[in-house]
């Protein structure tokens, strides 16, 4: 069953309740909030986002029919089942609907808006891939087997697979927010440019954000990336390296490898070693075109938003069959609520000093927007030249070789001029010799003795006409 038909499986289309921090910055998290708001659209639900800030994503949205809004109290009707993305969202619409079942799904293993709230409506546990069920096993004390898997889908009509893969790379791309202007990249580049691969960067953190990096996989031979920039190179049909700045580098992503690359949503416990120039060629070298085109291949069979979110819709529909009301007693959301805010308070109790080190930060970033852009253009100038570099030691490389050639054939040429002028020499001698032996013989006895015959000879000769 596509996307794009009615769900059977709800008996009736649900109102559902998704919560995210913001949608802002289009991060892994903000995109899969997007596409499962899309998606489950799609199928015929009835959807509403609620998020602190919203970017120009909420246009896209609301084009689909998708309520956008940043208070829970403006949302009329009560939902059938709240999806939670980020923490504290979750339990603003959870403590506004108290009687919603709802499902939360752990983004991140180190964040704080990764953390489960500890609530008694929740009634089911997703996390994105093996590391972040981990965190809810050992952090939270959440049975791995309540834990449903439901990992990163990509929209493949928005990543259409490339043309076939050369056998031999030319390009490659760094698809990351976080990378940034500085020696980690640099050490890309450096690898890169040695292997003769043309290097271009994509990320919020160089000042090159894209909204639609369709376009630029499409040209990248090889890309580098982590969690859904690599799910959204193999959809398209990359060799891909997975490799963050903020986490390391791990390694090419195989057929053999892909299917456990994307349990663990190929994300930083895959990262095991630092970024070099030679870690980085390293992988660089296994770059084998076929097998790339079969870890492609098992992507698109496997990573498609049907394959990946037909189990979230699932549990949201089994949520609501089965209790479509959790009645919680008051004195135990009273504790609930008392516990969340006793925890927000020690974790994130806003100062003065901290709200202004908040809008120094958000000046930073202003400023540093503006520098990247410089930096980036900077970056296209300096890889200009060190293309026309690269030219011109080609250029000097065959020039070298055409003077190598001609200085053999000089080499070749003054040996036959010195075996010419030998042989001339002995052909000067062997004259020198004729001539003296002549001498010798018209000097000789014999020769005067024999003059008057020989003129006696002659002149008979001339007589009778002979010769």
């Known amino acids: 069953m596509s996307a794009a038909e009615p769900s059977a499986a709800a008996g009736r289309p649900l109102r559902i309740l998704i919560t995210m921090c913001y949608l802002v ?3 892994g998290a903000e995109l899969f909030t997007r596409d499962l708001a899309l998606w489950l659209r799609r199928r015929g639900h009835a959807v509403t986002i609620f998020a602190t800030a919203f970017g120009d994503m909420a246009n896209e949205l609301r084009w689909a029919s998708i309520a956008c809004i940043t208070e829970v109290a403006d949302m009329g009707a009560r939902p059938d089942v709240i999806i939670g993305n980020t923490h504290h969202e979750t339990v603003r619409a959870l403590l506004h609907f108290h009687d919603v079942p709802v499902l939360t799904i752990c983004h991140d293993r180190s964040a704080d808006h990764g953390r489960p709230p500890r609530f008694s409506q929740v009634i089911r546990h997703i996390a994105v891939d093996e590391n972040c069920a981990e965190r809810l096993v050992h952090e939270f004390g959440i049975e791995r087997a309540a834990i449903e898997l439901v990992q990163n889908g990509v929209d493949a009509a928005r990543f259409p697979r490339r043309a076939p893969l050369p056998s031999a790379p030319r390009t490659a791309l760094v698809f990351s927010n976080y990378a940034a202007h500085d020696g980690q ?6 690898a890169c440019a040695e292997l003769g691969l043309q290097c271009e960067v994509v990320g919020t953190g160089t000042g090159n954000h894209l909204p639609d990096p369709a376009a630029a996989l499409a040209r990248a031979d090889i890309v580098f990336g982590k969690g859904r920039c690599a799910t959204e190179a193999l959809m398209t049909g990359n060799a891909v390296v997975v490799l963050d700045p903020s986490s390391g580098i791990g390694e090419m992503v195989t057929a053999a490898t892909v299917a456990h690359g994307r349990r663990w949503n190929f994300g930083r416990a895959l990262m095991t070693r630092p970024i070099t120039r030679h870690t ?3 992988e660089i070298r296994k770059y084998d075109a076929d097998d790339a085109g079969a870890a492609s291949q098992w992507m698109r069979a496997h990573g498609s938003l049907d394959a990946s979110l037909l189990p979230l819709e699932r549990c949201a529909v089994d949520a609501v069959r089965a209790q479509p009301l959790q009645i919680v007693p008051a004195e135990q959301r009273a504790l609930e609520a008392a ?5 927000w ?3 994130s109790n806003p100062t003065t000093a901290q709200l202004a080190l908040a809008a120094l930060h958000q ?7 503006a520098f990247d852009a410089q930096a980036l253009t900077q970056q296209r100038q300096a890889d200009a ?4 570099l690269a030219q011109q030691q080609h250029a000097a490389a065959a020039l070298q070789a055409g003077l190598s050639r001609c200085a053999d054939e000089a080499r070749e040429l ?4 010195i075996q010419a002028d030998q042989q001339a020499r002995n052909a000067r001698a062997e004259v020198t010799s004729l001539h003296e032996q002549m001498r010798q013989v018209r000097t000789s006895h014999s020769w005067r003795i024999t003059a008057p015959l020989r003129w006696a000879v002659s002149r008979a000769r001339f007589k009778s006409g002979s010769p």
Do not use: F, G, P
Request: hydrophobic share 35%; aromatic share 2%; no cysteine.
């Open 385 to 388: 030249l060190r293309a026309e």
């Open 339 to 343: 516990r969340y805010m006793d925890d």
């Open 363 to 369: 000046h930073i970033a202003s400023q540093q927007q």
């Open 345 to 347: 308070l020690r974790r």
């Open 185 to 190: 990249l640099d050490e890309i580049r450096v």
């Open 25 to 27: 910055h289009r991060t």
């Open 414 to 417: 003054r040996a036959l001029h």
């Open 280 to 282: 980085v060629a390293e």
